[in-house]
């Protein structure tokens, strides 16, 4: 992606195309799209070809990043589009088809007058508040009937977003318990000041004596990350911050980024320092778009401190600065590799690995790659000490861990534990009762029942990157796996077989059985299925999607044999149809594409 003509020709790409964007300085080809987008309403064949010609990129490389992310459109949406979160949390689709009714309109279409269109989204990152939606990329939260029939009334009279109830665009942080993280109040620079004193050396050491592992849920020892990277040879090297938070459930983050940026951009900075890297980015998930403005005034505000740029802190040849690139919808993009693919302008598909990032990541060189929490931990760290993380969890995880906690509780929200604490202490904190089983980790963890309330909360038990969500025996768990695996099946990038063809027969198969339409035969089908899926996929995302699928089926095999039917065998399911959604991602419709019936052999 050539940086030097983005910016200043991206406005001469809308003209050509009927459409003048209003910002689109940034040279990142997402963004040209997201501002062409949001003048246009959609992404037309010639927008992608004029693009394409600015960017001196191929028009196949910029068409295939027009259709990847979900965010982008090729036909007109309304000048209010809304997305409604189909999370089992945040979501409420039934509120959806309301507003459908309140203005005329059809879930998942524009209406013909082009003033509205309605669809839907996975999680938004507001499982504290209930159903929510996206309108025009802002969120709305707390939705119930009377305030869908507000929003048809605005709509309807086509009043600006800016008139709406300023409450409803307000989202709170909701920490309900403050730990190590949250009640650190870091001001800006302490932390580099310290770093700067005991040298790179020196704070590569207490990161590493730290303990500190990645708060992603892998645990990998982020001290050990920084050393590979550090030690790797590249004419260049990286800092990325990975805020793509994209599982459902989670939403720590958002309080991160809300409240604690200046600390997170001191962690990214820090790291720079001992890596050796002038450039960072911050990638944004595309649901988090509404805080974009805010964290650009804290760079901005780090920049006229001397805290980015040139001679950081007066310190000569200290240079670095920070970028944030946002995302447009691609769950995927919270891979690692996937990340660094989006941000060099292409599809996020996941990489081979090896080689890994910290060797040859963003444009082939060295790349640090570590989410928001991480880099928090790392600013404190270098402030206090390797010794002021490992006063609270446990031998093998030291430090706490941010929880978000949501569904079936009366207090949800965030919450910071030590590593250790147990899920029935969680539970009880939140007000959770009746509780049938909780899910760790989002769908890509691991789903519980009772007898494992007592289980700990830490890599060497039961790691999470932070989704914790409740549900209790009011809730019909078939349908929570269900839309869990609705969501693996419409994420996957579609890239390996196994994840492409293995999370639509699964979501399927669970379809087929929740209709009542299932025997014994089915399961034993998707277990076997779960189990290749699992074993064969190319990434993380492919490896965990059938996990709901076989934790249900360990720890609560009564939900799915309830609804089978008597017979061993009910040949009403067409599998040759069953592949029409892995037919339309990989854009093949070719005879190999198909499954002959018995009749055609």
């Given amino acids: 992606m050539k940086k030097s003509s983005a910016g200043s020709n991206a406005v ?23 501002a062409l987008q949001q003048q246009c309403l959609h992404i037309s064949p010639d927008a992608v070809h004029a693009v394409a010609g600015q960017l001196d ?12 992310y979900s965010f982008f459109h090729q ?9 409604f979160s189909n999370c089992t949390s945040c979501g409420d689709l039934s509120l959806m088809h309301l507003l459908g009714k309140h203005l005329g309109v059809a879930a998942g279409t524009t209406r013909a007058d082009g003033l509205v269109s309605l669809d839907q989204t996975s999680c938004t990152g507001m499982c504290d508040f209930g159903a929510s939606l996206l309108i025009n990329g802002m969120p709305i939260t707390r939705l119930d009937a009377t305030v869908i029939a507000q929003i048809a009334g605005l709509i309807s009279a086509e009043t600006p977003l800016t008139d709406w109830p300023d409450a409803w665009f307000r989202v709170e942080d909701n920490i309900r318990s403050a730990g ?15 770093a700067l004193a005991r040298g790179e050396e020196g704070t590569l050491a207490e990161i590493k004596q730290s303990g500190l592992r990645g708060r992603g849920g892998a645990g990998f020892g982020t001290g050990l990350k920084w050393q590979f990277c550090r030690e790797a040879r590249g004419t260049a090297h990286y800092v990325v911050c990975n805020a793509d938070e994209g599982e459902p459930g989670t939403f720590k983050d958002r309080i991160l980024l809300h409240s604690y940026a200046d600390t997170l951009f001191e962690g990214m900075t820090l790291c720079a ?80 690995r090896p080689p890994f990032p910290v060797t040859s ?27 002021w993380l490992r006063t609270v969890g446990t031998a093998k995880s030291a430090g706490s ?59 060497e038990d039961l790691p999470t990157g932070g989704s914790f969500m409740v549900f209790n025996t009011g809730r019909d768990l078939l349908n929570i796996i269900v839309n869990f695996a609705h969501f693996f099946a419409h994420e996957s990038c579609g890239f390996c077989t196994p994840c492409r063809v293995g999370t639509t027969l699964l979501k399927n198969g669970l379809d087929k059985i929740a209709a009542g339409h299932g025997t014994q035969y089915d399961l034993d ?55 029409e959604e892995a037919r339309r991602i990989s854009h093949r419709d070719d005879a190999a594409a198909h499954l002959k019936s018995e009749s055609q052999i």
């Fill in 12 to 34: 001469n790409t809308s003209e050509r195309v009927g459409c003048t964007v209003a910002d689109a300085r940034s040279p990142h080809l997402l963004h040209v799209l997201h």
């Fill in 180 to 194: 190590l993280l949250l009640n650190e109040d870091v001001a800006p620079g302490d932390a580099l000041r310290a």
């Fill in 273 to 352: 320092s001992v890596i050796g890297a002038k450039l960072g980015f911050l990638y944004l998930r595309g649901e988090y778009r509404y805080l974009l403005p805010q964290l650009q005034a804290v760079l901005s505000r780090r920049r006229e401190q001397k805290l980015l740029g040139a001679d950081i802190l007066g310190k000569p040849g200290f240079a670095f600065d920070i970028e944030i690139v946002v995302g447009a919808g691609a769950y995927i993009c919270g891979e690692e590799s996937a990340l660094i693919e989006s941000l060099e302008g292409r599809r996020g598909i996941p990489r081979n």
């Fill in 75 to 83: 036909t007109p949406r309304g000048r209010y589009h809304l997305l």
């Fill in 401 to 459: 861990k941010l929880l978000s906690v949501s569904g079936d509780c009366l207090r949800p929200g965030i919450y910071e534990y030590p590593f250790g604490v147990s899920v029935q202490q969680v539970l009880d904190d939140c007000g959770a009762c009746e509780v049938q089983a909780v899910q760790i980790g989002g769908p890509s963890g691991s789903l519980i029942d009772p007898t494992e309330f007592n289980r700990k909360l830490c890599f």
């Fill in 57 to 68: 990129l191929p028009v196949s490389q910029v068409q295939s990043v027009v259709e990847f």
């Fill in 361 to 387: 990541g963003y444009l082939g060189l060295p790349t640090v790659v570590n989410n928001v929490e991480t880099f928090v931990a790392a600013a404190g760290i270098a402030l206090h000490g390797s010794d």
């Fill in 525 to 579: 089908e998707m277990q076997r299925m779960g189990a290749l899926v699992k074993r064969r996929s190319h990434c993380g995302l492919g490896q965990t999607a059938a996990n709901p699928i076989l934790d249900g089926l360990q720890h609560f095999p009564q939900i799915f044999e309830q609804r089978l039917v008597n017979s061993m065998f009910e040949p009403d399911f067409n599998l040759d149809a069953a592949l």
